[in-house]
């Protein structure tokens, strides 16, 4: 074969050309898999990176509102995809929390607390985490007389997340209009309408003497009535004895409605479940009962309807001269030592002291915000009277809920024995002085 030299050029050209091709080829497929290769270890970085954080929340909130808690829950779960957050419910929430803190080794983020006097005391054993940033987050727009029960010196151990109130008497419209009676305005028309309920057969009042706190809450109305929200203050903080003469006058007013048959028969009256009483209440077979807020949400839940089944007074006036006080509390976040995910819990605690959290919970009703920044049109008319009531007039919190730790109970269970034993109301008040000065002592 003959040799020609541009022959020989061409050939060459050629075959560089098909190595120039073959190498581009090769080089874009080797691009392609280290692209991929590359995205896929990102992808698995990013996986590990945002594997869900699991905050564990303890609380006590059951029923209907525990699972509406959830689904507020829910929502931050959706605006945080990296965070779980996991809620259980404690039956014995004071034991467990006490228990855990005592290890240093907490197994919960944050708990829901209803008691400011332990938060204070477990802030002062440092236990807790200071939630001043979660406060000044909310500067003026979060309940000032719910700050300050958990505040020492210049530091908050707690935010509150809820607040209710106990701002009086719930009663049914149909058994008053029935009998064509009016709310009672005063102790002597009390008295009366129990007389006429009585002799129909319907209870008067409901009491939910078997569970024991809701008792404390009847006797500090009784008391605020008789000398206002200073009484109830002194006898709080014991700067009055249980054996004053108007604590005593709180008492007698108690042991005279009790004999007199308003809270149904005592023998019968000290086995009442306070929650079965509700029932009761919106069915007519009693036809008072004086129960905090909470009370709205769980007739409306049964198919009362406010207004038209059921309504709210305040309890009645016994002394002209006593400046009336409404009973309210809350419900506090707080944040242990050697929390297992302290950063995640802030931002939920952050969340949850918020006006977003606190409107998803007063929209579905039984739900007061202490943060102030939630608006009058997301609470329902029973609702938004409470919120107008605690405006309106002076707010004194709860007194059981912020005695000495044990000292609480004590005041449960003499209350208990007056519903079983209201003749013996003087020396009622005698024991509960000699334990007021043990406990109050050591405080």
Not at 155 to 174: D, R
Not at 248 to 275: N, Q, R, V
Not at 354 to 378: C, R, T
Request: glycine letters at 8%; aromatic letters at 10%.
């Amino acid at each position: 074969m003959g040799f020609s030299a541009k022959g020989f050029a061409l050939l060459l050209s050629v075959v560089l050309l098909a190595a120039f091709i073959s190498g581009c080829i090769s080089g874009g497929q080797s691009t392609t898999t280290q692209t991929s290769s590359s995205s896929s270890s990102t992808q698995t970085s990013t996986t590990t990176t945002q594997k869900p954080v699991e905050i564990v929340v303890y609380g006590q909130w059951g029923g209907v509102e525990g699972q509406n808690f959830e689904k507020a829950l829910k929502v931050y779960e959706q605006e945080h995809p990296n965070v779980k957050i996991k809620y259980v419910i404690q039956s014995k929430l004071r034991d467990a929390v006490l228990t855990e803190l005592a290890t240093g080794s907490p197994g919960f983020d944050i708990a829901i607390l209803p008691w400011p006097s332990l938060i204070t005391e477990l802030g002062k054993k440092n236990q807790l985490e200071p939630m001043n940033s979660v406060v000044d987050a909310y500067k003026g727009d979060i309940m000032e007389n719910l700050l300050e029960p958990v505040k020492v010196g210049n530091t908050y151990y707690a935010v509150p997340i809820k607040a209710w109130a106990k701002p009086g008497i719930w009663y049914n419209v149909h058994d008053f209009e029935k009998y064509n009676l009016k709310p009672p305005q005063t102790l002597a028309e009390l008295k009366q309408d129990c007389k006429v309920f009585e002799e129909h057969g319907i209870q008067p009042m409901a009491s939910g003497a078997a569970d024991k706190w809701p008792l404390s809450d009847i006797f500090e109305a009784v008391l605020i009535r008789v000398g206002g929200p200073q009484l109830h203050n002194d006898l709080m903080l014991h700067k009055v004895k249980w054996t004053s003469p108007q604590v005593m006058e709180a008492f007698k007013i108690l042991s005279d409605l009790i004999k007199e048959g308003c809270y149904g028969d005592p023998k019968t009256a000290i086995g009442e479940k306070w929650e079965v009483q509700v029932a009761r209440l919106g069915k007519g077979e009693v036809a008072m009962y004086f129960m905090g807020n909470w009370i709205n949400l769980m007739l409306q839940n049964q198919g009362y309807k406010p207004g038209t089944d059921y309504n709210l007074i305040p309890f009645p006036v016994i002394n002209q001269s006593a400046k009336f006080a409404i009973v309210a509390g809350g419900d506090w976040v707080i944040i242990p030592k050697g929390a297992p995910h302290k950063e995640a819990a802030f931002e939920l605690a952050k969340w949850l002291a918020g006006p977003e959290y606190q409107k998803i919970m007063v929209e579905q009703k039984g739900y007061l915000a202490p943060n102030l920044e939630v608006p009058k049109s997301a609470y329902d008319p029973v609702d938004a009277k409470i919120i107008d009531m605690m405006s309106k007039y002076t707010v004194v919190p709860d007194l059981d809920d912020n005695a000495p730790p044990g000292f609480q109970p004590i005041i449960w269970n003499k209350l208990f024995e007056l519903w079983a034993n209201p003749d013996n109301y003087q020396q009622i008040a005698q024991e509960l002085e000699q334990y007021a000065e043990q406990y109050y002592k050591g405080s």
